[in-house]
């Protein structure tokens, strides 16, 4: 697929290829972006692709919202087998398991399923009319799609207990004071300008070493330090680092 070239706009996620990433639009403004299952389809469909050949994702929603949820309608029509398939989970832990970084720009709603899609993001950039949290309870059932255990290492246990327990909804300034998104901006716009900024810094990295550097990241606790001695290892062999760092020297003697 071209640069620049994107799915169909009827589309639950209209994709467009950029230079130095992807842009995934949650793309259903007349349901608050609220996700079906055409909608996590697609998601695996991206994230097949991004496994394949692995880039930088950037996500937002359409229409003055990132996703207001899961689809009630179809929810509502789920029973205890279709809960233990895990549709949005398995679909999030492979958004959250992708090579590159993720980064979520949020507006609006980022509710329920939407804001569990943002959880699994590595960086999180948010506006000022950001409503997010997991008003599951409310519904009759529990925030099951990542919140319980992604959500206490983003904002804290005592802060995690509030949202999912007493369903409280922070706003954008809330959510950037609890560190849930690292920045706040006015409106989408600058938001997605500041994603893309990102974009364009990690671009310039080695894709090696962000590779390397993610999985180190994402690895549990008792994987420490032997993963990272591991990467590191392999890394220092990389005629990347070799190049990149003869370059650095050259530069500072010039200097």
């Known amino acids: 697929m071209s640069e620049n070239h994107a799915t169909e706009t009827h589309s639950p996620l209209r994709v467009e290829h950029r230079e130095t990433h992807i842009h995934a639009t949650l793309n259903r403004p007349e349901k608050r972006n609220a996700m079906d299952l055409a909608a996590i389809d697609a998601l695996h469909e991206l994230c097949t692709e991004l496994e394949r050949t692995p880039q930088t994702l950037i996500f937002s929603g359409a229409g003055g919202n990132f996703a207001a949820g899961a689809d009630i309608a179809q929810l509502r029509d789920r029973r205890g087998p279709d809960a233990l398939t895990g549709i949005n989970t398995h679909a999030f832990m492979r958004v959250a398991a992708l ?139 990389s005629p990347e680092k070799l190049r990149r760092m003869t370059e650095f020297l050259e530069r500072t003697h010039q200097q």
């Not at 899609?117 to 309870?137: F, S, V, W």
């Not at 995690?160 to 909804?169: K, N, S, V, W």
């Not at 810094?201 to 032997?226: G, W």
């Open 99 to 237: 090579p590159m970084p993720v980064i979520a720009v949020l507006d609006g709603y980022a509710l329920g399923g939407g804001a569990e899609l943002a959880y699994a993001a590595d960086i999180r950039l948010g506006t000022t009319g950001l409503r997010i949290g997991n008003p599951e309870t409310n519904l009759g059932i529990l925030a099951g799609a990542g919140a319980t255990w992604r959500l206490p290492e983003l904002v804290g246990a005592p802060l995690t207990a509030e949202m999912l327990l007493a369903g409280r909804i922070l706003t954008g300034p809330e959510a950037f004071t609890a560190g849930l998104i690292t920045h706040l901006h006015d409106s989408l716009e600058e938001a997605l300008s500041r994603a893309e900024q990102i974009a364009a810094r990690i671009a310039a990295l080695d894709p090696q070493a962000t590779r390397a550097t993610k999985r180190v990241l994402r690895a549990p606790r008792e994987a420490h330090p032997a993963i990272d001695f591991a990467e590191q290892a392999t890394l220092f062999e």
